[in-house]
């Protein structure tokens, strides 16, 4: 099961700002016309019930969204790239990676509602816009700003009310195939079941999502027998039920292990609701002795300080998966529980990432507004908006140096230049243009 993957998002560029003015036979001199670029395309993830894993992206990963279109004379104004939205399964968890390896939480995919992961650039201004009364014949227009490029790490952990929980061999798959109508692979060896298995139960007119984690082994909080893979998928679960083998050598000690584990991974997880089922009450030994391995169960679990609920009310059911006695008890008991259960299991002052990352402030905040320094003999000046202006400029063209130093003077930063120091005749670099201060 594709349960990780890594995905790279690039937004698409907003389209460039033209440079026009109407010539007509009747209006030889019309004025600026030059339309504004298009917007670029967004990406956002979009929860999808129709999948279940994260195997459509493990080698389709990486993702260019359509530009903007350029703006045309006539004030025609560039089509809008298109958004791109991503199929991915309910429970899924998004993160932001930086190249200094750390990571911001972006979303928790729970319903149906598109998230922004990555925003197309804006379409640039044509030279319509900057028309005035001191500026007839405008000769700039802006470049479009660029799409974000997001690198990804989507975690998918399985939405479900149940999560059966036991040591290998206990008898989870046989479970889920007698109350729903999953078929996971069943055999009398450990480790049957390699991956989670979701099924649907319905009892009493109530239907609930039931998942089996593969089999847990001790130390599975550290990652042994794939422990964090498997736990990951459990913490979406609203009730738990320990599945215990009524044929085991120490079934009190396999439950005590089973709820250490799914407390070392997480505190949250062992205070919820939790069932004992003791399985395989169809064969002799377990249906003799099962008034003794009831006993030693409540002991068990009246040495946990922390277990969520008292040990004499703590369910305990003895099932056969096999010939179905006490299965409709248990079911009944879940059903019940559920219904007084938070319905969501998605309380998010539970979780640490609670405070997802506002993408369009991210990008925002990511330039300075205005600024320069000192590269050798040039003044490097940083100004998104005046590199924009500037990449699609005509630097031989006197009026444009003119209506370049106007926005300048406008924005203050002539001013700045002229208190650092800079002389007529210095080398001003603005992106990739370079001009002569006068």
């Not at 703006?71 to 298109?82: C, V």
């Not at 929980?165 to 692979?185: D, E, F, Q, V």
């Amino acid at each position: 099961m594709i349960d990780t993957v890594r995905i790279n998002v690039k937004a698409g560029n907003g389209g460039d700002g033209c440079i026009s003015f109407l010539r007509l036979k009747y209006q030889p001199r019309g004025g600026p016309d030059g339309g504004d670029g298009g917007d670029g395309g967004s990406a956002y993830l979009v929860g999808d019930n129709s999948i279940n894993t994260l195997l459509h992206l493990k080698f389709n990963s990486t993702f260019y969204l359509q530009r903007g279109s350029h703006g045309k004379g006539k004030n025609q104004r560039g089509s809008n790239g298109k958004d791109r939205h991503i199929p991915v399964p309910m429970g899924t968890v998004a993160w932001r990676l930086y190249q200094d390896g750390s990571k911001d939480f972006l979303a928790d995919i729970t319903t149906e509602q598109p998230v922004l992961i990555a925003q197309g650039g804006e379409g640039g201004w044509g030279n319509a816009r900057f028309v005035s009364s001191t500026n007839q014949e405008p000769m700039l227009a802006q470049s479009g700003k660029k799409g974000d490029f997001s690198v990804l790490w989507l975690e998918l952990k399985l939405l479900a009310d149940v999560g059966l929980l036991a040591k290998p061999n206990a008898g989870k798959s046989t479970l889920i195939s007698r109350c729903s109508a999953a078929r996971p692979k069943v055999a009398d060896y450990p480790f049957t079941t390699v991956e989670p298995v979701l099924g649907v139960v319905t009892h009493g007119g109530q239907d609930f999502v039931m998942m089996e984690i593969p089999g847990l082994l001790e130390g599975a909080h550290r990652g042994i027998g794939l422990g964090h893979q498997f736990l990951r998928h459990a913490e979406r679960a609203r009730v738990y039920v320990h599945l215990i083998d009524g044929q085991s050598d120490d079934p009190a000690g396999d439950f005590v292990m089973l709820h250490r584990e799914l407390r070392e991974f997480s505190p949250m997880l062992a205070a919820k609701p939790q069932v004992v089922a003791v399985s395989k009450l169809d064969t002799t030994e377990t249906y003799e002795l099962r008034d003794v391995i009831e006993e030693e169960l409540r002991k068990a679990i009246a040495g946990i300080d922390d277990y969520p609920s008292d040990p004499d009310d703590t369910p305990i059911h003895f099932i056969s998966a096999v010939s179905g006695d006490g299965v409709d008890g248990l079911l009944g008991r879940l059903a019940g529980m559920l219904s007084e259960a938070p319905r969501t299991g998605l309380d998010e002052s539970e979780w640490e990432y609670e405070d997802a990352v506002d993408v369009a402030a991210v990008r925002t905040a990511e330039r300075p507004p205005l600024g320069f320094y000192l590269d050798g003999d040039v003044y490097v000046v940083e100004s998104e908006r005046l590199e924009r202006l500037t990449g699609r400029a005509d630097m031989r063209d006197y009026r444009v140096l003119l209506q370049l130093w106007r926005e300048m003077t406008r924005l203050g930063l002539a001013r700045r230049l002229e208190e650092a120091g800079i002389e007529p005749g210095d080398t001003i670099r603005i992106g990739n243009a370079e001009l002569e201060w006068f």
